[in-house]
């Protein structure tokens, strides 16, 4: 996201009331409240104290000769000055003192061919760095700058003051009163975000504006941390980290994997409705600290290492995968996604998810229907009561049996709320549809395979239509569709589906994209799901192999994750296409793909596996 409609977005999700709150005590008490195991509303939300200091970070990202500074404030009850030591919930955000209006890159443009140089017959990274150059000196001139005022969470801070928890803001490196520089989930922002949690434990120093040492002595060290979008993502990296006293972490709509959000599989993919955006253009957008040069050569070197040239896997990208560290989460964790969420896509809850489940951490996951959103917006009690009562027992120990209970809560499709022991619903499994001659209007979607001698079926890119129109074309040459019958029954989809293509191409690079689609029987669609990949990483997302035209391969594309029932009467299709307008890259029209049908397959995690499937479509 970025520009205004970013900054609308995030105050969103960040300052929205979400309407009555429980009436607070009329005087302020010494000490928290638990009823049925949720803390009560005790304490008063406005007779506060409030606190600014600077936390130091053990790292000098702004490359100034100085350790970078963590701009902070800090919420807590009065009766803490008596010697109540409380634990804290703790928000970290870039988008604190807003963000500045800048470019996305462009996408019209050809894709990446490694020529016998090894160079490229496109745009090379000092082209982009130029580029990036000029957008950093463009959004110079129109910087948000440091917040004049005292942040607040008008969602969250009183009810959290209320409740006997202190609340504790902090801006990110490079952004408002923070000094460094922004990274976009680089390393430094982890440990600029840890460090106040350090602070918190007696680990870091801070100081006042003044340059008075400031020390966290109402702290019980127990911290509890939470956020929406990229404020989530920050949990997450410093969860990573294993730091001692992050006690539990809530990471709403998170990225878990930088790459994963950019890119999949070696193809440059934009979040949804964000064509064009990347790391450096996030990095210069949440740059809003006073020095609007010293971060310049930092977001430079951003925008040539995120290498939107081969699209590849690197030690870069690595920095920002928080998945491969989930053998150091020490605090437990409540995931938060939204299952129409196409900005952070539903990948990013499933892999770290399963990570953590793989690694004994704690957890639990929590999965609605919306969007790019904070589940407090869908006005759900139940939301509020399982945050209580999550923090309740992970910040002040409070026996209140949530760690015992099922692990998953499903909204389903008419808006009620399911839960099952865990995510992907038990007795999912692996089942297999194979699609049948005729592609170019509308082909068989099968449980058996087409018998015989190869049949291929061909399709041309055209880069500019959306995957939704062409979906709904009833015949086309720029896509292949092939759909089941009608389900007699309902057919739910509950985790990854992949589709395996026996696929060849007569040009040296196309992309290629697969959709699953729900159509109704008055002929209305829905896409349930996608996925992308680039053909020359078809071995590894680190690694370009050139295609030679008119050779076939074997190519996998895993689609995003989701939890769907296709209702009785609806049929399920698989859709082909190459270029997919609002997430790929786009070149000129015109690439051509050929699959071979009888080497061709759709896996579906389905509940209740093959059986369900056969019941259901036949």
Request: charge should be negative.
């Amino acid at each position: 996201m970025k520009g205004a409609r970013r900054a609308a977005t995030l105050a969103a999700l960040v300052t929205l009331p979400l309407g009555a709150v429980p009436a607070v005590a009329s005087a302020a008490a010494d000490g928290p409240l638990f009823t049925d195991g949720e803390a009560q509303p005790v304490f008063s939300a406005t007779d506060v104290v409030r606190e600014s200091l600077w936390v130091r970070a053990p790292v000098d990202s702004d490359r100034d000769g100085r350790d970078d500074e963590v701009y902070t404030e800090v919420v807590r009850q009065k009766a803490t000055d008596r010697g109540l030591k409380v634990p804290v919930v703790f928000f970290n955000s870039p988008y604190f003192s807003g963000g500045n209006d800048v470019a996305n890159h462009n996408v019209d443009v050809e894709l990446y061919v490694p020529n016998k140089r090894g160079g490229h017959d496109r745009r090379d990274g000092s082209v982009l760095k130029a580029q990036a150059d000029e957008r950093i000196a463009a959004a110079v001139g129109s910087a948000a700058g440091p917040n004049a005022g005292p942040i607040t969470s008008g969602r969250y801070e009183a009810y959290f003051i209320e409740r006997g928890f202190a609340v504790v803001y902090a801006e990110s490196l490079g952004t408002g009163k923070s000094t460094g520089c922004p990274t976009s989930g680089g390393r430094n922002e982890t440990i600029g975000s840890k460090s106040v949690i350090d602070w918190l434990n007696g680990r870091a120093p801070a100081r006042d504006a003044a340059g008075s040492p400031v020390k966290a002595s109402w702290s019980t060290g127990k911290v509890g941390m939470m956020g929406v979008s990229y404020n989530g993502t920050l949990p997450n990296a410093v969860a990573s980290t294993g730091v001692r006293g992050l006690e539990t972490i809530v990471p709403i709509a998170a990225i878990s994997s930088w790459y994963d959000y950019y890119r999949a599989d070696g193809a440059v993919v934009a979040p949804g409705t964000f064509q064009g955006e990347d790391l450096d253009v996030l990095a210069e957008y949440v740059y809003t600290r006073e020095d609007r040069e010293i971060c310049k050569p930092v977001i430079a070197e951003v925008a040539a290492k995120q290498d939107r040239v081969t699209g590849d896997y690197s030690p870069f990208w690595d920095e920002r995968n928080y998945v491969d560290d989930a053998h150091k989460v020490r605090a437990s964790v409540l995931a938060v996604h939204g299952l129409s969420d196409w900005n952070v896509k539903v990948k990013h809850v499933a892999q770290w998810y399963e990570a953590l489940r793989r690694n004994g951490v704690e957890h639990k996951i929590w999965l609605h229907r919306a969007g790019h959103t904070d589940p407090d917006t869908l006005r759900s009690q139940e939301w509020r009561r399982t945050l209580n009562r999550w923090f309740s027992h992970y910040l002040y120990g409070v026996d209140n049996g949530i760690e015992r209970e099922p692990k998953s809560t499903v909204q389903r499709e008419d808006g009620s709320w399911v839960d099952e022991a865990d995510w992907p619903a038990p007795g999912t499994a692996k089942a297999e549809l194979f699609p049948w001659a005729g592609g170019s209007a509308k082909g068989a979607l099968r449980t058996s395979q087409l018998p015989g001698r190869p049949v291929v079926e061909s399709l041309r890119d055209d880069s500019s239509k959306t995957a939704e129109a062409l979906a709904d074309l009833p015949s086309s040459g720029n896509r292949l569709s092939y759909a089941t019958r009608a389900a007699t029954t309902p057919l739910r989809l509950s985790g990854t589906a992949r589709v395996d293509l026996a696929i060849s191409f007569d040009r040296p690079a196309a992309n290629v994209t697969a959709l699953l689609v729900d159509r109704a029987p008055d002929g209305s669609s829905h896409v349930i799901t996608r996925g992308w990949t680039d053909p020359q990483n078809r071995a590894s997302p680190s690694r370009t192999k050139p295609i030679r035209p008119g050779e076939r391969y074997r190519v996998e594309v895993e689609l995003e994750p989701q939890d769907y029932v296709v209702a009785a009467g609806h049929s399920l299709e698989f859709v082909l296409i190459s270029s997919d307008y609002d997430y790929t890259l786009r070149p000129k029209p015109g690439a051509g793909l050929s699959i071979d049908l009888t080497g061709t397959a759709v896996e579906l995690p389905v509940v209740g596996g093959t059986a369900s499937l056969r019941e259901s479509i036949g």
